[in-house]
């Protein structure tokens, strides 16, 4: 079982920068394939950005260059740093995991309970 605890979500200016924790429980974290997540308002949930138990990175494409997804295997914890924010990037933000790579980025096993990033044009 993997509890995961997101933060660091908030109010930002467009271009403005903000860094997203997700601090997961369990003593295996270094084997899980971590992943985040977000859904806008009245959108479907959709998948941002993905990294492996090796350190192996994916991104969606409206976030690649921008995003950066990245994980502390000490800490258990998994960041994303989201610089040049837009608008549109604005909607809840999950952290996900799964011990199958394959499957993080799609129907992870555990989810968090999200946290909003907000973006002010």
């Known amino acids: 079982q993997v509890q995961l605890v997101e933060s660091g979500g908030g109010l930002v200016q467009a271009g403005g920068s903000l860094r997203l924790s997700c601090a997961a429980s369990?003593?295996?974290?270094?084997?899980?394939?971590m992943g985040w997540f977000r859904q806008a308002p009245g959108k479907e949930r959709q998948f941002v950005a993905v990294?492996?138990?090796?350190?192996?990175?994916r991104y969606a494409d409206s976030v690649k260059g921008r995003f950066t997804i990245s994980r502390d295997n000490v800490k258990n914890t998994v960041y994303l740093q989201m610089n040049s924010l837009k608008p549109e990037d604005t909607a809840v933000y999950y952290c996900?995991?799964?011990?199958?790579?394959?499957?993080?980025?799609?129907?992870?096993?555990?989810w968090g309970q999200g946290t909003q990033v907000t973006v002010s044009s």
């Open positions: 996900a995991a799964d011990i199958y790579l394959a499957r993080v980025s799609s129907t992870p096993t555990y």
């Open positions: 369990g003593r295996t974290f270094s084997s899980y394939a």
């Open positions: 990294i492996s138990s090796s350190g192996g990175r």
